[in-house]
């Protein structure tokens, strides 16, 4: 039973606009949640993560809104860029020591 | 400064043998995590350190699967007998502390077993 659900397996956006990529997750034991960006052939890298104690977290041109009641996040990226294109993955855990829970992965693709 | 490294970056191992992929951590880093991704999923966690200890070691598949961090730096994990469903790729991670830190990821190790 996947606790972190990403439900678009892709996503194509043209250059300039935004691109939004949504996660929801099951567990309300979560309280920290965080984008990751991964390119082929290397590992994933930590783009923005968010407290549950707020509801919007900004940096730069990227952005995470939480929505608790809903168990609903999104990143919004704005202006995409090619160098954008990668597959996202949405993150959560719990408090203390608990591991990270992964989603599936959105592949964006940021059309020139 | 270096981040996360792991060796080897493939293993391409028969079916039945034996495997030890190996992670070097960020200095200072006191978590260290390991986690598998097989084609089209998202990383899924095997087994977390504290320091020298295995704090969590839940996501650890079966028995075959160990892993050690001896000195509180690197870590290995050790697979034995391997079988083909062992095929993806391991990630290990490491972060300041396990609470609310971010984790830093490795490339990766990609094991084929063929």
């Known amino acids: 039973d996947q606790q972190v659900k990403q439900n678009s397996p892709s996503l194509s956006v043209q250059e300039g606009r935004i691109s939004i990529l949504n996660c929801d997750y099951t567990n309300s034991m979560f309280d920290y949640f965080l984008w990751y960006k991964k390119y082929p052939a290397e590992g994933p890298t930590f783009l923005i993560s968010i407290s549950s104690i707020k509801d919007k977290n900004e940096d730069g041109r990227f952005t995470v809104f939480l929505n608790k009641s809903a168990k609903h996040l999104s990143l919004h990226i704005v202006p995409s860029q090619p160098g954008d294109s990668a597959v996202y993955f949405c993150?959560?855990?719990?408090?203390?020591?608990?591991?990270?829970?992964f989603g599936k992965g959105t592949r964006l693709s940021v059309i020139a | 400064g270096a981040g996360v490294s792991q060796t080897p970056s493939n293993k391409v191992t028969e079916k039945g043998k034996y495997v030890e992929l190996r992670c070097d951590p960020i200095?200072?880093?006191?978590?260290l995590y390991w986690y598998r991704q097989s084609l089209g999923q998202g990383p899924e966690f095997l087994i977390y350190?504290?320091?020298?200890?295995?704090?969590?070691d839940s996501g650890l598949p079966n028995d075959r699967f160990f892993a050690v961090r001896p000195e509180g730096s690197v870590s290995t994990l050790k697979i034995q007998r391997t079988e083909r469903g062992d095929s993806a790729v391991y990630l290990c991670a490491s972060s300041l502390t396990s609470s609310s830190s971010p984790l830093h990821f490795g490339n990766g190790t990609r094991l084929t077993v063929t």
């Open positions: 993150a959560a855990r719990g408090s203390g020591n608990t591991p990270l829970v």
């Open positions: 350190f504290q320091g020298t200890g295995a704090a969590d």
């Open positions: 200095s200072g880093h006191t978590a």
